[in-house]
């Protein structure tokens, strides 16, 4: 599994992944710049996504659902804030109702990730920051560190295909 170590820290309201991969940089950027690769891995293995707009521009949306294993649409998206290709992503990342448009509840995140070379290929460090300890709580309980777990679990396989 590529996920090498996950750390939050309430007080800062920061949940940080690192996960490191056997690709170049540019070969790990397709995985966010391209939409069905994207589908390929975003979601938990039992919650997988569809990516229904993906703009991945300054001011671009990208929109998604994930479907559980009982047919319940979550939908979700990201509103693209600043982008490096292929070393960093600066998201505003939410939730939605049933026609994409961003909710409050539960809270979203501001979310940057870092690719950079490694001597054995990249390394890939997604930082996750929330308005408050309370609203970072609140996911957290949702499951985000084992479902985000799960959805990078997934990469292995797509990065080698």
């Not at 957290?140 to 990065?159: K, R």
Request: hydrophobic content about 40%; aromatic content about 6%; overall charge negative.
């Amino acid at each position: 599994m590529p996920l090498t170590d996950v750390t939050t820290d309430i007080d800062a309201r920061t949940l940080v992944m690192t996960c490191d991969f056997p690709v170049t940089p540019e070969r790990l950027w397709q995985v966010w710049a391209d939409p069905r690769q994207l589908e390929q891995w975003w979601g938990p293995e039992s919650h997988p996504a569809t990516v229904t707009e993906h703009d991945l521009t300054p001011g671009g949306l990208v929109k998604y659902h994930m479907i559980g294993p009982d047919g319940e649409k979550f939908p979700g998206g990201w509103e693209v804030i600043a982008i490096d290709e292929p070393r960093r992503l600066e998201l505003r990342d939410f939730f939605a109702d049933a026609d994409g448009n961003p909710v409050d509840t539960p809270p979203g995140s501001r979310m940057v990730i870092e690719i950079t070379a490694t001597d054995g290929g990249s390394r890939m460090v997604n930082t996750s920051t929330w308005e408050s300890a309370e609203a970072m709580q609140q996911i957290l309980d949702m499951g985000v560190v084992e479902g985000s777990s799960s959805a990078i679990g997934q990469l292995d396989a797509l990065l080698a295909a």
